[in-house]
């Protein structure tokens, strides 16, 4: 298929910076966004972006303003509701939702503001209908409405839906110690979903893992594509060249990396176990990343495990560059993005099956069977004694072509032009 004669015209909805606005780029580039619509955009710089930083700490919220831009689109067509969602904000704190409440209503309100702005504006339907995308859990009611125009609906599933969930809840049960303010989905949240996979003409999934487990939940498996994640390095980020020495020594450990939500999902108990069997060990476990979970007392204070606690994403850069090897030991991800980031910093990288396939076994890195605690002592045991192989590793680790936003484009336009 001639990708180039695809002239295609995308609306895109999407809530937060998800991907680093990677799908609206990526059409972008290929000429093809007619417009991203989005809950807020604005130059972190600009007086409206200093203002909502400063309303949303008021709010009782972490500010994420300044992530919520992208140079690349800056002259793109964008929708944004910057003031109803300083508005939202703080509507929301003086009625103190919280939780699975919060997320429902902010998903609402979005779908919301974003039908009013196309009932405002439908010239796309005078001319060929457009495709619209929007991620999951915020796009039924985007897709109820543009189907009545005769658009075509895309949906970009964040995460492996449901069969995650139970994954998590089994995680949850297995480590009772760990105390987790985690709670399942209430059952409006999943049936909202399961219409919205109903209402897509398409259903976008990340990886193969994905792809199996909304396949388990009775997904139309004709309407799965995969289509993975991209990265780009920021400019003027240069790979890093790592220095292995001939043995590890209590003087210079091996420096394993966790970069992430420090949760059950990612995997945490399971590499705290690992960490503690490897105790008398030249290894350091390097814990970077918001904690969602507090460990057991006999865990935490493992002396051979460092809390970094979060780092913004600028920041992030310094750990990969110091690291040895970053470990992802997730019992399920959609795709796990810090794969690619430690590839773009040189770093071999220990991941499972359960995500994104990036990691060549053997090659650039290892591949766990499964994410239990023994597989993953054995995996960073091997690291330890063959420091040869994680350079031989590192040499080989970089992002492929195939995570490329030029790649994402035509993926995108060639399922676009499917009837």
């Known amino acids: 298929m001639d990708v180039a004669a695809l002239k295609q015209n995308w609306i895109c909805c999407q809530i937060g910076a998800r991907e680093h606005y990677a799908i609206s780029r990526a059409l972008a580039r290929a000429n093809s966004l007619a417009r991203l619509v989005t809950d807020s955009f604005v130059a972190p710089t600009s007086l409206l972006g200093r203002t909502t930083s400063q309303r949303l700490r008021i709010s009782g919220q972490r500010s ?3 992530s919520r831009f992208h140079g690349e689109l800056s002259d793109a067509p964008v929708t944004a509701f910057n003031l109803p969602l300083i508005q939202f904000e703080v509507l929301a704190h ?13 998903n609402k309100w979005f779908q919301r503001k974003v039908i009013a702005s196309l009932t405002s504006d439908l010239e796309f339907s005078t001319s060929t ?3 619209l995308f929007s991620y999951s859990y915020a796009a039924r009611d985007i897709f109820r409405f543009v189907k009545t125009q005769g658009w075509k609906t895309i949906l970009g599933q964040i995460d492996p839906g449901p069969v995650e969930e139970e994954i998590v809840r089994a995680e949850h049960e297995a480590y009772p110690e760990f105390i987790s303010d985690w709670r399942p989905a209430p059952a409006e949240y999943w049936q909202k ?15 193969e893992w994905s792809r199996r487990a909304l396949e388990r939940a009775d997904a139309n498996r004709q309407k799965l594509s995969v289509i993975p994640l991209t990265y780009e390095p920021p400019a003027g980020d240069s790979a890093t060249a790592h220095e292995y020495p001939e043995r590890f020594t209590p003087e210079r450990p091996l420096r394993v990396l966790f970069l992430g939500q420090i949760n059950l999902r990612k995997g945490v108990a399971r590499l705290l176990e690992a960490a503690q ?12 990343g918001p904690q969602q979970c507090r ?12 809390w970094f606690g979060r780092v913004v994403h600028a920041n992030a850069a310094q750990y990969y560059r110091d690291a040895d090897i970053f470990i992802l030991p997730t019992l399920s991800d959609g795709f796990a993005l810090t794969q690619l980031e430690a590839q773009a910093h040189r770093l071999p990288v220990i991941v499972t099956r359960y995500c994104g396939e990036v990691v ?4 650039n890195g290892l591949v766990l069977e499964e994410p239990s605690s023994e597989q993953i002592a054995t995996a960073v045991q091997f690291c330890l004694e063959n420091p040869d192989r994680l350079a031989s590793f590192s040499e080989s680790s970089r992002v492929e072509k195939r995570f490329s936003l030029e790649v994402l484009s035509q993926n995108l336009l060639v399922i676009g032009a499917v009837p």
């Open 295 to 306: 460990p057991p007392e006999q865990l935490r204070r493992l002396k051979n495990v460092r």
């Open 193 to 207: 979903w399961r219409q919205e996979c109903e209402l897509a003409d398409i259903i976008i999934v990340n990886s």
């Open 360 to 363: 060549r076994d053997g090659v």
């Open 64 to 66: 994420q303003v300044r």
């Open 94 to 106: 003086v009625r103190r939702l919280r939780g699975w409440d919060k997320v429902i209503a902010r």
């Open 277 to 288: 069997a490897l105790r008398n060990e030249p290894v350091e476990f390097w814990m970077v």
């Open 129 to 131: 209908p457009p495709v």
